[in-house]
């Protein structure tokens, strides 16, 4: 089993379409989570962070589930400038500060 | 936010040859410094955790002979390809972390190694 599974995609939408993504790691020992995007032969950037409570910044919701050992992401109101692969991240065993990525969910919204 | 830069952007090279690749923290110094490497359509694995002035800890199935970390200062860790082939071509990705203020890593650009 990976240590971090996503749906890899595509998912193609339309412009104010919502989206969600979900993620489902190994390591119940993992205490930090995260969301990254990466656009097309870029480096990953940081999206957001994952609380237990569940957050929210602007037009992205967070939530995990530790229980279930699963993580997801919602985008409401698509912009075409969402499109890219968003990963799934946790700190994985060796400490915390080790990420392991999930392949990524490429998403693509269109006019 | 911190910046992270990595150097070069892109580099083809003959196989057999030594390529290094330069990952620099530009404001703001870096504890930990951390090398990934992509393939096409697949995540970013962690080949090695580097901190400053001690040796580099590698993942297991990364050869520390063949893919050598320096990290000199708190501002700059080296990552040399040594005796490149055809399958270490890849998108090298290093990050940058100070853990004084959050668990948070600054990625570089990445540089898109191809060897001929």
């Known amino acids: 089993r990976k240590e971090v599974e996503q749906d890899p995609g595509p998912f193609n939408v339309p412009e104010g379409a919502t989206v969600a993504f979900n993620c489902t790691y190994s390591?119940?020992?993992?205490?930090?989570f995260f969301w990254y995007r990466q656009d097309c032969r870029k480096e990953p950037k940081l999206l957001m962070s994952?609380?237990?409570s569940g957050n929210e910044d602007g037009r992205f919701t967070a939530q995990l589930n530790r229980a279930s050992q699963y993580i997801s992401l919602l985008i409401r109101d698509s912009k075409l400038s969402d499109s890219a692969t968003y990963l799934c991240?946790?700190?994985?065993?060796?400490?915390?500060?080790?990420?392991?990525f999930g392949a990524g969910t490429r998403l693509a919204v269109h006019p | 936010g911190a910046v992270v830069s990595q150097h070069p952007s892109r580099v083809i090279c003959k196989s057999g040859t030594s390529v290094k690749i330069e990952c620099r923290s530009l404001d703001f110094q870096a504890t930990t410094m951390f090398w990934y490497r992509q393939f096409p359509k697949k995540s970013l694995m962690l080949m090695a955790t580097s901190n400053e002035g001690s040796k580099a800890t590698y993942e297991q199935g990364v050869e520390k002979d063949k893919f050598l970390i320096n990290h000199a200062s708190l501002t700059l860790s080296t990552l040399t390809v040594t005796s490149a082939h055809p399958e270490d071509s890849s998108f090298y990705i290093c990050?940058?972390?100070?853990?004084?203020?959050?668990?948070?890593?600054?990625f570089g650009p990445g540089t898109r190694l191809t060897v001929l």
């Open positions: 994952v609380y237990s």
């Open positions: 991240v946790v700190n994985g065993p060796g400490g915390y500060n080790k990420l392991i």
């Open positions: 390591n119940s020992a993992s205490q930090s």
């Open positions: 990050s940058a972390a100070t853990w004084r203020e959050s668990t948070e890593q600054f």
